[in-house]
């Protein structure tokens, strides 16, 4: 295997997993924050990602989509755990609507930052060159993409969590309550969104942010 091909899959590996384990560790940060202490004292806000691992959709699920050429690379990290109650306790609705944000806020947020820095890359032919180029590229790919899926309003998506508690705050319970009511079908829904020709009014964004912050 060509080193740059090595170099490549490094850079795509990477750039995925701080982009899906950094998602999930926010969440229990800023839910720490509201005196939530579930993650901390479970070891989830460690940078160490083998305790956030999913085999599935850490593993298995990005390596089908990266040999099957799907063009684009999706995954998600164990979910970190959160005693809600205790945020909307310490901080009301808005603390359960910033938790449950935390994770597109972090994507988004690493996404500009990754192309700040690689407009910011001498001009140097080298490995390391090209390695950071690569990672960099990919993480501003990768935080585009799990920051605007997320935001839709499907359950379990953090977009439907926001919405939920968006709801409450305006004591909206009937449609929080629809909301939850389609949980039980959101699994089938996303696979519906992704596995079918729909799924390209849904990356369609994602491509145009893309294209526009990687020009530049």
């Not at 990672?135 to 585009?144: D, E, K, P, Q, R």
């Amino acid at each position: 295997m060509p080193i740059t091909e090595i170099i490549n899959i490094t850079a795509i590996i990477l750039a995925l997993m701080v982009a899906i384990i950094g998602h999930e560790i926010m969440h229990g940060r800023v839910a720490y924050h509201y005196h939530d202490s579930t993650a901390k004292e479970q070891g989830r806000l460690s940078i160490n990602p083998l305790v956030h691992i999913d085999p599935i959709g850490t593993i298995l699920v990005p390596a089908l989509l990266y040999f099957s050429h799907a063009g684009f690379l999706f995954g998600w990290a164990k979910p970190v755990p959160i005693n809600i109650r205790t945020v909307v306790q310490n901080g009301g609705y808005n603390g359960a609507i910033a938790v449950s944000l935390a994770g597109i806020t972090y994507n988004f947020t690493l996404a500009i930052i990754s192309v700040m820095a690689l407009k910011m890359l001498p001009q140097v032919h080298s490995e390391l060159t090209f390695f950071l180029k690569a990672f960099l590229t990919y993480s501003a790919i990768y935080n585009i993409v799990l920051g605007i899926f997320n935001l839709f309003p499907i359950p379990p998506l953090d977009g439907s969590q926001a919405l939920g508690f968006l709801f409450r705050k305006a004591n909206w319970h009937r449609a929080a309550g629809y909301l939850d009511a389609v949980g039980q079908y959101g699994m089938i829904l996303l696979i519906i969104l992704i596995a079918t020709p729909l799924s390209s009014y849904i990356f369609a964004p994602m491509e145009l942010l893309i294209g526009y912050l990687l020009k530049l």
